[in-house]
Structure formats: structure tokens, C-alpha cells
T-cell receptor, first 113, second 116 residues
Framework: AQSVTQLDSQVPVFEEAPVELRCNYS??????LFWYVQYPNQGLQLLLK??????LVKGINGFEAEFNKSQTSFHLRKPSVHISDTAEYFCAVSKGSQGNLIFGKGTKLSVKP | DSGVTQTPKHLITATGQRVTLRCSPRSGDLSVYWYQQSLDQGLQFLIQ???????AKGNILERFSAQQFPDLHSELNLSSLELGNSALYFC???????????????FGQGTRLTVV
């Protein structure tokens, strides 16, 4: 069975500082990996996805993530955060033949001025 | 705007009651997924429909059911509601069932269900 672990439930950071949100997954088969963002009182919006190819994936809003197969990780990074990045971030996996997503518990990113 | 529409946005109902949540997928999307988001369980996949047929089932209670209609909109029916069923219910849609590049799911804004 697949599972996703987001190691930090909350990450406080100052504006313009770099941030890394950690995600580890477990699966016995190849998976596709996603990061979604949820702003307060909103639905989930896709930040980026890894399907195959280059292990460094760039997404929207300046975010990027690196797929590391040996460490089964897919950490999300941003070199300089803004107040507007304050939100909850979800890492998710899906198997290639199925579209449904298995989500981590989420990481609340709080950007302070 | 993701293009996925969910109604109603908020719903308050009493224990033991039955409610129906509605989802209109993005134009052209054949797959509809339902997810439940609660504080204790997080985001959990409930069920998927593809072009009118049930495709995959997750942690969906027997008291809950869903269907997808010929016009591709979907409804999630929740019956014999309990306090613990209070949650945010999301619908998502994607174009195709199995094409890897189309596994991206677009989420609606959710229906917040409160059972009192």
C-alpha cells in the first residue's frame, strides 16, 4: 500500500527566507508525485507534479521539488517566500493506472513579516 | 477558478439525516473523484467515477454512495449522518482515467458539511 509522510505539520518562516517542506512516500510500485496548496477557505491547487524524466520539477509561484528515488522523497522548496505563500501544502502520490490521490497530512506554512 | 463547481458551499444538518452534494466537473473531464477532509483523518479519497461507471473505491462508508450522470455531473449521497461525518467534501475532476499526463486533478472549492 502507498503512504505519504509529511514530516512537519507546521513550518514558520520569515518573509524572503528560503523554505523546504519535506515529503516522504512509500510504495512498492512506481508512482506519480504531486504537491498541492490550499489557501484558507479554498480548494486545492496543483503546484507541481513529477511523472517521469528530470528529477527537478519546477512549478507555479516559484516553487520547485526534487524527486529522490533512493530516499523516496519529494521535498518542496522555494528560495524566497512571500507573505502570500501562507497556506497549507499537501504532498500526494498516485499510481499510474489510477487517478486517485493519496495525500499526506499537510504542512501549514506560516510566513511572517 | 478550477472549473469544478460544487454545491452547496455550506450545509448544516441534523444527525440521522441524509444529504446530497453535487459536483459539476470541468468541461470535457470524464473522471470525477470525491475526497473528504477532516481534522482527524486529513484528506481521504472516497470514490472515483469515470464516464458514468464506478472506477475506484477508497475509504467510503457503506452509508455513503455516489453516482455520475450522463451529463458527467456527480452526486455524493450521505445518509444516517453522524457528528463525525462533519467535514469538508471535495470533488475533483480529470480528463482521462489512465493517461499519465492527465492524472492531474482539478479540485472544486468544497462543500462544508456540519452535522449537529
Amino acid at each position: 500500500a502507498q503512504s505519504v509522510t509529511q514530516l512537519d505539520s507546521q513550518v514558520p518562516v520569515f518573509e524572503e527566507a528560503p523554505v523546504e517542506l519535506r515529503c516522504n512516500y512509500s510504495s512498492s510500485v512506481s508512482v506519480y508525485l504531486f504537491w498541492y496548496v490550499q489557501y484558507p477557505n479554498q480548494g486545492l491547487q496543483l503546484l507541481l507534479k513529477y511523472l517521469s524524466g528530470s528529477t527537478l520539477v519546477k512549478g507555479i509561484n516559484g516553487f520547485e521539488a526534487e524527486f529522490n528515488k533512493s530516499q523516496t522523497s519529494f521535498h518542496l522548496r522555494k528560495p524566497s517566500v512571500h507573505i502570500s505563500d501562507t497556506a497549507e501544502y499537501f504532498c500526494a502520490v498516485s499510481k499510474g493506472s489510477q487517478g486517485n490521490l493519496i495525500f499526506g497530512k499537510g504542512t501549514k506554512l506560516s510566513v511572517k513579516p | 477558478d478550477s472549473g469544478v463547481t460544487q454545491t452547496p458551499k455550506h450545509l448544516i444538518t441534523a444527525t440521522g439525516q441524509r444529504v446530497t452534494l453535487r459536483c459539476s466537473p470541468r468541461s470535457g473531464d470524464l473522471s470525477v473523484y470525491w475526497y473528504q477532509q477532516s481534522l482527524d483523518q486529513g484528506l481521504q479519497f472516497l470514490i472515483q467515477y469515470y464516464n458514468g461507471e464506478e472506477r475506484a473505491k477508497g475509504n467510503i462508508l457503506e452509508r455513503f454512495s455516489a453516482q455520475q450522470f450522463p451529463d458527467l455531473h456527480s452526486e455524493l449521497n450521505l445518509s444516517s449522518l453522524e457528528l463525525g461525518n462533519s467535514a469538508l467534501y471535495f470533488c475533483a475532476s480529470s480528463p482521462m482515467r489512465t493517461t499519465p499526463t492527465n492524472t492531474e486533478a482539478f479540485f472544486g472549492q468544497g462543500t462544508r458539511l456540519t452535522v449537529v
